[in-house]
């Protein structure tokens, strides 16, 4: 038994989910994943805001091949902190299927994001969600910002969607493309062609090295499984606006969700509703992943 035991009422990733209908281009990538663990090996942060259960690597490559893709991003953890090891250890044991994003601290060594970048590491990840993370201020992120720009790698943010208009004058003056978690996470009880999406469709209009991951459906969605019928024409409306700017992934295993563990078969089911055209699926699961990351 592992020495780290999940938090109280934690829901664990799907044990069963269905295979689905849909099917990946060849080359589909799943753009945002993650490993947790295992905590005997790779011990979660001592100021972690939660203790996950643990989800290994090789549970992430059979959930891979099952839905029908051929490689991964896997993000940073937030339970692990700027602690690396789990995802490096991820990366080189991919084959090269796998690349990753990192959370590092201002007094990272040039030799540990060489390190980094060997082991497949192509962003650093901002989190700007007070519940998951202690926020570091603006001016040390812009400073890692400028360390890692020359190495070709970008910026993920990950914010909620009334922080925009306090982020937006920072998050574009980062040097490198940015790229927004979950469409900076929507309120999907308002419509998609409303203002306050607008406030972020017009922040992607106007600074063209952002791009958005149109995924979160489990976490946005009201309405809810199987269909997430409200979060839909969020999504959609982002991959046709900017069809070179767009990523999706499982977000597998699904950290902290409260209502309910989402079936990943019906969050690949989604991709035809959000991406309607052979031309729009293969830019979002092929060619804008391997254009940023490989």
């Known amino acids: ?101 990192a959370t590092v601290t201002r007094d990272v060594t040039d030799s540990q994001l060489a390190d980094l970048h060997d082991a497949g590491v192509r962003g650093v990840r901002f989190n700007f969600v007070k519940r ?44 490198t493309i940015v790229v927004v978690d979950h469409m900076g996470r929507p309120d999907t009880r308002q419509r998609a062609d409303g203002p306050e999406f607008e406030r972020f469709m017009r922040f992607m209009r106007e600074h063209v090295n952002v791009w958005s991951k149109v995924s979160g459906a489990e976490r946005l969605s009201v309405s809810g499984p199987p269909d997430y019928s409200d979060f839909v024409p969020f999504a959609r409306r982002v991959v046709e606006a900017f069809p070179g700017r767009v990523l999706w992934g499982t977000d597998w295993p699904h950290p902290n969700m409260k209502s309910h563990m989402p079936d990943d078969g019906d969050l690949v089911n989604l991709l035809p509703r959000i991406a309607p055209t052979p031309e729009l ?10 254009r940023l990351y490989w």
């Open 281 to 290: 699926q293969r830019f979002l699961l092929v060619d804008n992943p391997m």
């Open 1 to 101: 038994m592992s020495s780290f035991q999940a938090d109280p009422g934690w829901l664990s990733y799907h044990a069963a989910p269905r295979k689905p209908s849909f099917r990946p281009p060849p080359g589909a990538v799943d753009a945002h994943c993650h490993v947790f663990g295992p905590g005997d090996v790779f011990p979660y942060a001592p100021e972690r805001k939660y203790t996950p259960t643990d989800a290994p690597k090789e549970k992430l490559w059979a959930l891979r091949d099952y839905l029908g893709f051929e490689r991964n991003v896997i993000v940073q953890g937030t339970c692990h902190g700027a602690d690396n090891r789990a995802l490096m250890d991820a990366l080189r044991s991919s084959d090269g299927r796998a690349r990753g994003v």
């Open 132 to 175: 998951l993370v202690d926020v570091t201020p603006p001016r040390v992120l812009l400073e890692i910002a400028l360390r890692i720009a020359p190495l070709g790698w970008h910026v993920v943010v990950y914010f909620e969607s009334q922080d925009l208009p306090e982020l937006s004058p920072f998050i574009a003056s980062i040097p």
